[in-house]
């Protein structure tokens, strides 16, 4: 039983280069998550995507970041011209259910990938 | 503006010994409060999860205690491992609000000595 999938593991890119970050949920997971975790802070949700719909975009930055999660394949995290300051770890993660406040939500925890740790030149 | 303040930032505890990690919160409508363990190179994992009507849980060496009136909340490793050195971070979502929308501490990283 596949866990949540990220790829590529580690990517380099030069300053104004675009990056794809791709991410494949746990089977049956419907939700998606991104999330950024730079040095020695916790993580910073970005996004919040079902399948062709964005729920709720609030952590992401106004320009260069675009997420989304078609019918078919993976969700992509999209940067585009990056800068130094974008270098980071972005994790995804997948969930079956979207809202909290039910007796299964506790029992339904976030999964996540192993990221993608992306280096900005 | 950190929604959720952890400390201590590290943690160097001998083995068998009892490592504290408290965490602090503001906001009264957070409802669930999850406790990660992330190792190198690795994502973060679901260790043990609390909700705010108790006010301690365990499972095996893993306990939360939790104090809805003072808004704080603590992990206890008893007998701590090598094994266990990682990474944890608290955290905790909003009643009613998305599921995987979670406020993280900064993290702290434990180091267990042999």
């Known amino acids: 039983n596949a866990g949540v999938m990220q790829n590529p593991r580690h990517l380099v890119r030069r300053r104004g280069q675009e990056a794809r970050l791709r991410c494949s949920p746990m089977?049956?997971?419907?939700?998606v998550y991104w999330y950024r975790q730079l040095p020695e802070e916790g993580l910073k949700f970005m996004v919040y995507?079902?399948?062709?719909?964005?729920?709720?975009e609030s952590g992401m930055p106004k320009e260069r970041f675009s997420a989304e999660f078609p019918k078919e394949g993976p969700s992509i995290l999209r940067i585009q011209q990056v800068v130094r300051g974008d270098s980071a770890a972005y994790f995804c993660?997948?969930?079956?259910?979207?809202?909290?406040?039910?007796?299964?939500?506790?029992?339904?925890?976030?999964?996540f990938g192993n990221g993608t740790r992306l280096t900005v030149t | 503006q950190q929604q959720v303040k952890q400390s201590p930032q590290s943690l160097i505890v001998q083995k068998g010994g009892i490592s504290i990690i408290n965490c602090a919160y503001e906001n009264t409508a957070f409802d669930y409060f999850p406790w990660y363990q992330q190792f190198p190179g690795k994502g973060p994992a679901l260790l043990i999860a609390i909700r705010p009507d108790v006010s301690e849980k365990k499972e095996g060496r893993f306990t939360i205690s939790f104090n809805k009136s003072a808004k704080q909340f603590s992990l206890h490793i008893m007998d701590s491992q090598p094994g266990d050195s990682a990474t944890y971070f608290c955290a905790a979502s909003i009643r009613g609000s998305t599921l995987g929308r979670l406020y993280f501490g900064r993290g702290t990283q434990l180091t267990v000595w042999p």
């Open positions: 993660a997948s969930s079956p259910l979207g809202k909290t406040g039910g007796q299964s939500s506790y029992n339904s925890p976030l999964h």
């Open positions: 089977k049956g997971h419907s939700h």
């Open positions: 995507l079902q399948k062709e719909n964005i729920i709720d």
